[in-house]
């Protein structure tokens, strides 16, 4: 098996390639590039006087575990809502097995029919409904 892969650069693609090598060795060994434009060339600082340079600026989380948040409410996913229609499915569902009069004493407390349940207490109405199965 060989565990080699090859790819091809053009010039241009190998020289930054080249580049971004010799930052991450320069990273390796503490030491920072900073480029100065002004020049064309850049400077190597050691990682004391980077620290020195940025003590001001707020430190950033490294290396420390995920922590999972709980989202604030309003990015919370809705909790599904229950339309008049699943209410009615399942009002013929449990009225065909025989529940239909444990399904009128439910459906009664809320309204005449179901049509007439308000919106907001069609889930308590599904609930209590699907108890009955």
């Known amino acids: 098996m060989n565990n080699e892969i090859t790819i091809r650069l053009s010039d241009e693609d190998r020289a930054l390639l ?15 590039a900073i480029p100065q ?4 060339e850049k400077v ?4 004391e006087k980077m620290r020195e340079i ?4 707020p430190e950033t989380v490294k290396n420390e575990p995920f922590k999972q948040e709980t989202a604030p409410e309003a990015l919370q996913p809705a909790a599904p809502t229950v339309s008049k229609a699943d209410v009615q499915k399942l009002v013929v569902t449990l009225a ?16 005449a ?3 007439a349940i308000p919106e907001d207490k ?4 599904y609930e209590k409904l699907q108890a009955l199965q």
């Open 18 to 32: 080249g580049a971004i090598l010799n930052e991450l060795s320069n990273l390796s060994r503490g030491d920072f």
């Open 122 to 125: 069609l889930t308590e109405v």
């Open 113 to 115: 029919s179901v049509s």
């Open 44 to 47: 190597t600082v050691k990682a």
């Open 54 to 57: 940025h003590k001001n600026e």
């Open 96 to 111: 065909s097995s025989g529940k239909k009069t444990e399904v009128k004493d439910i459906v009664t407390k809320y309204a």
């Open 37 to 40: 434009e002004w020049k064309g």
